[in-house]
């Protein structure tokens, strides 16, 4: 908000139902006039927090919070005044701060099932200002709302959205390292028959993403990576292939369904690590038992030719997104991938 530009605290009470967006961090349960819950700001067996939509207001019998929705939001996320009010303005909401909603439980309906394709009037995933719109997540009984760094949507051949593979930035809760998070998330009702967007897997066989482009050019071969960042960055340097992934990295590969790919020439390009190369062509575990990657999958279902980069060399984790960021050109990632391809044998 802009130096002098005054702040209708009134209007902002007025047009902002409480009871929706205390909704959107604590599930609530109507009792009456009024809706109860546990208590987001202390720990407690029994619910003792109540919200008063037609007054305005939340309070806790147990700890004695109370307040209209400005404090609540500025409790919750730990802002300041203004900057609640710009949050509630713009009708987009940053996730709770560290230390509030721990104890409360999930509610009874706790299975969500994935709805697909995503009907048309689900709301839009995405808000303002980077941020999403609240999603449920089932094992904990909440909503959070993200600010990815990356958003992508996954579609059938037909081009009708599935869901979506998000990837953030969390910190490590015992090195406060940041790492990556890629929660999948899809469009879900409950047993009761509420929907919601939620963290939930695409339900198995789990769709590839780019599906809608291999069905606009059925005589492409297929450049499959590992992860959506990838494919994002295989896709612009290499225009001849119809560039693919999958959701659940490494370990997901088992819950695809594979089976667009038959028929295809498809080419792997695994990471330069021994998690990428498992990925792609399998590994045997303790027991001497074989355990199939994607090559071996892919040859179930009849692919016309199986080929595969070897990146033998390169740093540890090296991917194809990695040369984009280090500046090699198309030209030159080609001609790299070009000197490293070769024939992938599978046996039974």
């Given at each position: 908000?802009?130096?002098?530009?005054?702040?209708d605290?009134?209007?902002?009470?007025?047009?902002?139902?409480?009871?929706?967006?205390?909704?959107?961090?604590?599930?609530?349960?109507?009792?009456?006039?009024?809706?109860?819950?546990?208590?987001?700001?202390?720990?407690?067996?029994?619910?003792?927090?109540?919200?008063?939509?037609?007054?305005?207001?939340?309070?806790?019998?147990?700890?004695?919070?109370?307040?209209?929705?400005?404090?609540?939001?500025?409790?919750?996320?730990?802002?300041?005044?203004v900057?609640?009010?710009?949050?509630l303005?713009?009708?987009h909401?940053?996730?709770?701060?560290?230390?509030v909603?721990?104890q409360?439980?999930?509610?009874?309906?706790?299975?969500?099932?994935?709805?697909?394709p995503?009907?048309?009037?689900?709301?839009?995933?995405?808000?303002?200002?980077?941020?999403t719109?609240?999603?449920?997540?089932?094992?904990?009984?909440?909503?959070?709302?993200?600010?990815?760094?990356?958003?992508?949507?996954?579609r059938?051949?037909?081009?009708?959205?599935?869901?979506?593979?998000?990837?953030?930035?969390?910190?490590?809760?015992?090195?406060?390292?940041?790492?990556?998070?890629?929660?999948?998330?899809?469009?879900?009702?409950?047993?009761?028959?509420?929907?919601a967007?939620?963290?939930?897997?695409?339900?198995?066989?789990?769709?590839?993403?780019?599906?809608?482009?291999?069905?606009?050019?059925?005589?492409?071969?297929?450049?499959?990576?590992?992860?959506?960042?990838?494919?994002?960055?295989?896709?612009?340097?290499?225009?001849?292939?119809?560039?693919?992934?999958?959701?659940?990295?490494?370990?997901?590969?088992?819950?695809?369904?594979?089976?667009?790919?038959?028929?295809?020439?498809?080419?792997?390009w695994?990471?330069?690590?021994?998690?990428?190369?498992k990925?792609?062509?399998?590994?045997?575990?303790?027991?001497?038992?074989?355990?199939?990657g994607?090559?071996?999958?892919?040859?179930?279902?009849?692919?016309?030719?199986?080929?595969?980069?070897?990146p033998?060399?390169?740093?540890?984790?090296?991917?194809i997104?990695?040369?984009?960021d280090?500046?090699?050109?198309?030209?030159?990632?080609a001609?790299?991938?070009?000197?490293?391809?070769?024939?992938?044998?599978?046996?039974?």
């Amino acid at each position: 908000m802009s130096d002098g530009q005054k702040i209708d605290v009134e209007r902002i009470k007025a047009e902002q139902d409480i009871a929706l967006v205390i909704g959107q961090y604590v599930p609530l349960r109507k009792s009456g006039n009024e809706y109860g819950a546990r208590c987001p700001f202390h720990e407690e067996r029994s619910a003792s927090f109540t919200v008063n939509a037609a007054k305005g207001f939340y309070h806790c019998f147990g700890c004695g919070a109370h307040g209209d929705v400005i404090k609540f939001v500025m409790e919750m996320t730990g802002v300041g005044f203004v900057e609640a009010c710009e949050q509630l303005g713009a009708q987009h909401l940053y996730p709770a701060r560290e230390g509030v909603q721990k104890q409360i439980e999930a509610p009874l309906e706790v299975k969500w099932d994935p709805v697909l394709p995503v009907p048309g009037d689900a709301p839009e995933l995405m808000a303002g200002g980077g941020w999403t719109v609240p999603i449920w997540n089932p094992k904990r009984g909440r909503s959070t709302r993200m600010k990815p760094v990356r958003v992508d949507a996954y579609r059938d051949a037909e081009g009708r959205l599935l869901g979506y593979v998000l990837r953030a930035n969390i910190a490590d809760r015992d090195t406060g390292a940041q790492k990556k998070w890629t929660p999948q998330v899809t469009w879900c009702v409950s047993p009761e028959g509420r929907y919601a967007w939620c963290l939930q897997h695409f339900p198995a066989p789990r769709p590839l993403l780019g599906l809608d482009d291999l069905a606009a050019r059925p005589d492409a071969p297929v450049l499959l990576v590992e992860g959506e960042k990838c494919r994002a960055a295989g896709a612009g340097a290499f225009k001849g292939y119809v560039v693919m992934t999958w959701p659940g990295g490494s370990n997901g590969i088992g819950k695809v369904d594979w089976s667009p790919l038959r028929g295809r020439t498809v080419v792997l390009w695994p990471d330069a690590d021994a998690a990428g190369e498992k990925a792609m062509f399998g590994w045997n575990n303790d027991a001497g038992q074989c355990k199939p990657g994607i090559a071996q999958l892919l040859w179930e279902q009849r692919v016309t030719a199986l080929r595969a980069i070897d990146p033998t060399g390169m740093p540890k984790g090296w991917d194809i997104a990695d040369a984009l960021d280090d500046n090699w050109s198309p030209r030159q990632l080609a001609a790299w991938a070009q000197s490293r391809i070769e024939d992938v044998v599978v046996t039974a």
